[in-house]
């Protein structure tokens, strides 16, 4: 195994300030495997991939790497990049006004003394797009691109960088639905039988299976199991990566659910003045106190917009009614949703969530700071006692308001999105992908917190493109699905009857045959 | 996202920091002070002994008033994300009202200043509407507003000089409160310093510091009043102009810390699609802005006007440019989302230290130009050196 290795790393040990973030991690990959490396947030995942790929160059680093026998020692990115080492990493940098082909062709541009060779720009988008089946014309800007098309863009874009001899991805799915993911899987399991050792940094254990042949796990730095199969080891997988034995989902009761919390009828949802299909076209649904109702679907389903929509966030033109808490009216802003009872937290975190560069102090009192304040004076005893609380309430960890926030994980900045929210005492709360890039722990605090909030008689709508989150943590399910609502289901219903659902499949909408087949590619 | 926790192991802290810890300040006020005490002494030296003496002081912070005043206002809108560029041009419109109420009609004080004051928040009105309205970017706005106001101040005064300003009208800068009284107010200045640290310690319970920390800050505090007493005790007292500094740098600063308003000016200018999530009413908050710096043009042209005895078409020329580099060298992130009024202040201390030498030292005005553009650019390029050696090993 060692002497056909593609990428070997021996006793590897990466410090920051003193304090290991790797340590002493010995692993290697052969080619044409695919291995998943799973851990935490914190874990030391990332950090170990970057020194793999250059981001951390030699010399910064204790231990030693092999590239097919030979020594790697990487100066930097792309330096790395031309001796076949692929990092696709999980925050995507596109730039939106750009069209698809210049972003795909990012820091490659093809050119002729100096002046861009506009066919080949669009022959290598084409490549690009027909890599992952997608349609898409490469002139147009790559905000026309939804999340997880711009994703797909740009492992394609990365791959045809260079010969790939190692390829890394870190998180590629976390914007995706299950199709998509599953397609992605597909052409990733492709490159890899090619010869490519695949690395996939994950903490999704449920996506692994028949994708990746061996999987290992560090923990706070260490190599701590490695496997040689991925079939039916979860709950190893999982005790590895936490380190002790993980909580059974509890069989509770269904909440019935009281009084209507939030009522949305005949939404429509469109572009400021487009005349295009709108994102949510018709779109009917009730939440009950006491209750938490999983809005499940794919993405482009437009429950994102429905939620800006009925939280008055949404920039662009809206039509239909929106009851909330019994008193009818659509909210004109955020600030009118805020003081009737509605809070949202956030899809896109890092953009429209965290206030970078801010304690998490400001961050946790941003949008209920008037709850501690009177006549514009901030009482800031009575802020910071609430604030710790929430942050004791949530386990953030470390346990410090004065930090700031982009210093925090994923997962305890989203425990203090969620803390925000809660202190404006809502009524009603949606929570869009509240688990997105948050690792097992946090997520299981963050369902605890959802699940205290609604047996305290609070109506949640848990927004979520993740089936095991729907249908482990919901009371009742709703299927969105080009943009309106197109089935309510019970708890415990099967996976692939949801499934079906969000790609059009019942629902009592016929959907043209070319379509749907497109749709379950 | 894993990365950001690999990140946040602390650094062993340097002994600026392990100071800044201790006083409760941030290492770049150390640092700040620092290179004020080196640049003193080096001034001192090399005029014989006149840069310290109690009169250079003295007139070091009234020449400071002006650009102190600019550099608060300026600073807020920094921190919301915004620019003035028209600061200079603002203040010279403002300052032509002033002196043409002095000169034509002969005005008293209180009305003068009055009418000045409503000129300074329709030109701050004027431009907040534009960008809150119309959405154009501030920095469009306000190089409108560099062009239209000075221009406005010429087609109306055929851009004469206006003098002489009335004597009670000249003292609002140029007067001293005598010496007896200033000492009363130095002491108060302390006792009531003194007290809000002495309670306001439990709102820190997150920072360090302790018993030790909260005597340092004390003491602190002391010397600075001593100084402060010795240089107005040693010439006439404290100069009006600082009185005007020191009661818009409070208010500014109780309104930056302390009010609801403040908060969400650092949550606006550090995540403005965020802080509109939360709840936060963007657009008023940007207005407010707007018409905070309008105020802060009238006190500005107030003192210049009165400084000189005089409104001259030059009046506030390239003020913008200083307010802004006073702002940035005193901490203010032009990104938005960072920065204080202390740090303002003293970032325009920092530059009229520069200039009072300067000009002790006989050297020409255009080496002094060329010094202070410098100076930015170090003080600019530390700043990023430092915040990156900080993030080390992050993104």
């Known amino acids: ?521 | 996202m894993a990365e950001t926790v690999d990140t946040k192991q602390a650094a062993p802290m340097t002994p600026i920091a392990q100071l800044g810890e201790l006083v409760g300040a941030n290492t770049r006020w150390i640092s700040m002070i620092l290179v004020f005490v080196v640049l003193a002494v080096i001034f001192n030296v090399a005029t014989g002994g006149i840069f310290l003496s109690p009169r250079n002081l003295t007139l070091l912070m009234r020449q400071g008033a002006i650009i102190s005043i600019v550099a608060m206002g300026v600073s807020l809108l920094i921190i919301k994300g915004e620019i003035d560029l028209s600061i200079g041009s603002a203040v010279y419109l403002c300052g032509t009202a002033a002196a043409t109420l002095q000169l034509h009609y002969a005005w008293p004080v209180l009305p003068t200043v009055a009418v000045t004051l409503s000129v300074g928040l329709l030109l701050g009105a004027w431009q907040g509407l534009w960008v809150v309205a119309l959405r154009v970017p501030s920095f469009v706005v306000t190089l409108g507003g560099l062009l239209a106001f000075r221009g406005l101040g010429y087609f109306l005064t055929d851009a004469a000089t206006l003098a002489p300003m009335s004597q009670p009208y000249t003292a609002l800068s140029e007067g001293f409160v005598p010496v007896d009284f200033s000492m009363i107010i130095l002491g108060l200045v302390f006792v009531a310093g003194a007290a809000i640290l002495v309670l306001g310690r439990h709102s820190r319970s997150d920072a360090g510091g302790g018993v030790f920390g909260l005597l340092a800050r004390i003491v602190l505090l002391g010397l600075a009043c001593v100084a402060l007493a010795w240089i107005f005790a040693g010439y006439r007292g404290i100069p009006n102009a600082v009185l005007w500094v020191a009661g818009c740098g409070l208010a500014l600063w109780f309104l930056m810390s302390r009010t609801v308003f403040g908060r969400n000016a650092y949550l606006i200018g550090s995540n403005r699609e965020a802080a509109r999530l939360a709840g936060v009413d963007v657009k008023l908050h940007m207005l407010g802005g707007f018409l905070i710096m309008g105020a802060f043009y009238a006190v500005a042209a107030t003192l210049a006007t009165a400084r000189l005895s005089a409104s001259t078409p030059a009046l506030g020329q390239y003020l913008e440019l200083d307010a802004i580099a006073a702002a940035v060298i005193g901490g203010t992130s032009l990104r938005g989302g960072i920065g204080s009024v202390g740090g303002a202040i003293l970032g325009a201390a920092l530059l009229v230290t520069i200039d009072n030498g300067m000009s002790l030292l006989n050297i020409s005005s255009f080496v002094q130009m060329i010094i202070k553009g410098m100076i930015l650019l170090v003080a600019l390029a530390a700043d990023v050196l430092v915040n990156r050696s900080r993030s080390a090993g992050g993104h």
């Open chain 1, 1 to 521: 195994m060692a002497s056909d290795s593609a990428l070997r790393i021996e006793n590897l040990t990466k410090e920051f300030g003193g304090v290991p973030a790797v340590s002493d991690a010995s692993l290697s990959i052969a080619a044409g495997e695919s291995v998943a490396l799973l851990g935490e947030n914190g874990a030391g995942k990332s950090t170990l991939m970057k020194v793999v790929a250059g981001i951390y160059p030699s010399g910064t680093y204790k231990g030693r790497m092999f590239l097919g026998g030979e020594e790697l020692q990487c100066r930097n990115v792309r330096d790395a990049e031309s001796k076949g080492i692929v990092l696709v990493p999980q925050e995507l940098h596109i730039a939106p006004n750009l069209t698809i082909a210049e972003n795909a062709a990012m820091g490659v541009l093809p050119h002729r003394f100096g002046i861009v060779d506009r066919a080949g720009l669009y022959r290598h988008a084409k490549a690009c797009l027909d890599f992952f089946g997608m349609q898409a014309d490469p002139g147009k800007p790559a905000s026309a691109l939804s999340a997880s098309e711009q994703r797909l863009l740009m492992i394609s874009a990365a791959l045809s960088r260079a010969e790939p001899r190692v390829l890394i991805l870190d998180e590629p799915t976390a914007s995706l639905t299950e199709g998509e993911a599953r397609h992605m899987y597909e052409r990733i399991r492709r490159v890899s039988k090619s010869g490519v050792a695949t690395i996939l940094i994950t903490h999704r254990l449920d996506e692994i299976q028949g994708v990746c042949d061996r999987a290992i796990v560090l923990r706070n730095g260490e190599v701590v199991l490695q496997t040689d199969n991925v079939t039916n080891r979860d709950n190893e997988l999982v005790r590895a990566m936490i380190g002790r034995e993980p909580e059974t989902a509890k069989n509770r009761a269904v909440s019935a659910g009281g009084k209507i919390a939030l009522s949305v009828s005949g939404l429509k949802v469109q572009g400021a003045g487009e005349s295009t299909k709108p994102y949510v076209n018709g779109a009917n649904l009730d939440v009950r106190f006491g209750e938490i109702v999983g809005l499940f679907g794919l993405v482009g389903a437009g429950r994102t917009e429905l939620a800006k929509a009925v939280f008055g966030a949404w920039g662009g033109d809206v039509a239909g009614e929106v009851s909330i808490n019994g008193v009818a009216g659509r909210p004109r802003n955020p600030k009118e949703a805020l003081a009737r009872g509605l809070a949202m937290l956030t899809e896109d975190r890092k953009r429209s969530g965290i206030i970078e560069g801010q304690s998490v102090l400001f961050n946790m009192s941003a949008a209920s700071i008037e709850r501690v304040s009177s006549w514009g004076l901030i009482k800031r005893r009575q802020e910071y006692d609430r604030d710790y609380g929430l942050a004791r309430r949530l386990d953030l960890r470390p346990l410090k308001l004065s930090k700031h926030i982009e210093t925090y994980s994923g997962g305890n900045q989203q425990k203090v999105m969620l803390a925000k929210w809660l202190a404006t005492e809502p009524d009603v709360l949606i929570a869009d992908e509240p688990t997105y890039g948050v690792d097992v722990g946090a997520r299981y605090e963050i369902y605890q917190v959802l699940r205290q909030l609604a047996d305290a008689g609070k109506a949640i709508l848990l927004i979520s493109s993740d089936l095991e989150e729907i249908i482990n943590e919901t009371d009742r399910v709703l299927v969105m699905y080009k943009g309106r609502v197109t089935g309510e289901f019970e708890r415990g219903t099967a996976r692939h009857v949801l499934m079906a659902a969000a790609t059009g499949q019942s629902g009592g909408e016929s959907v043209p045959e070319a379509e749907r087949a497109a749709e379950l590619q």
